[in-house]
């Protein structure tokens, strides 16, 4: 739920100056929406939680019931795209040939992106199994991008990723998103997708992107988006 700085406020009891200047001095995060300063309201909770700033309870709630919508993961991917033949024989070379493919901005710092995706790896293997991995950052707001998206990256040769069950990966999707609340949303929809064997199989397969493309869309069609959020809480 994105809230303005007025809103912002009101929440946390100080006046609006005070809200700006955190922004400008203290790393409170905000966006731009329409050419209009935004806070997300749940960053904006753990950001005060963070500091020691009182907050109203009300924010929370007011969240929680106006969950954000994260768009569909076609939408997401035609956003990041599908690369095909990136090269390395290792993580660490892998990762400099994704970071280099994703649609960010000239001015984003890749190396310092390559630098958390390699920390975030070292805690643990992203890759899921059946050849699939799904790097991503620890805190999306550290990229700080207006809109998510997902990026498919096919590599040229599968290389041992330390994934669950032992087997190279071939096919990393890579999770980009502004905030928080959007990150773990996408994580959810992304992991129930990939449940689907057909979806797998042409994945292995390296098989045509709009092929890919036609087999996400026919399992988001036959998904309401209420499904996934149900199964990926009972999977918790």
Known sequence: MNITIRQAATYLNV???????????????????????????????EWATAHGHPVSKALLLDARQAPEAVPPLTQLLTAGGIHRDLGGDS?????????????????????????VLEAREAMGSTGIGDGIAIPHVRNPILLHVEHPFVALCMLKHPIDFD?????????????VSPNVPAHLQILARLGYTLRDAGLRALLR????SD?????????EAATPVAGVVAQSRTAR
């Open 15 to 45: 006046p609006e100056a005070t809200v700006r200047r955190w922004i400008a001095s203290e790393g409170l995060p905000a966006h731009r929406v329409n050419e209009q300063l935004h806070c997300n309201a749940i960053e904006l909770w």
């Open 91 to 115: 993580k660490a070379e892998v990762f400099r040939e994704v970071v280099e493919a994703l649609p960010f901005p000239a001015d984003l710092d890749r190396d310092s992106l390559l630098s």
């Open 163 to 175: 994934a669950v069950d032992g087997k190279p990966v071939g096919a990393l999707f890579v999770v």
């Open 205 to 208: 397969e390296g098989a045509p």
């Open 211 to 219: 092929e890919i493309m036609h087999r996400i869309r026919a399992i």
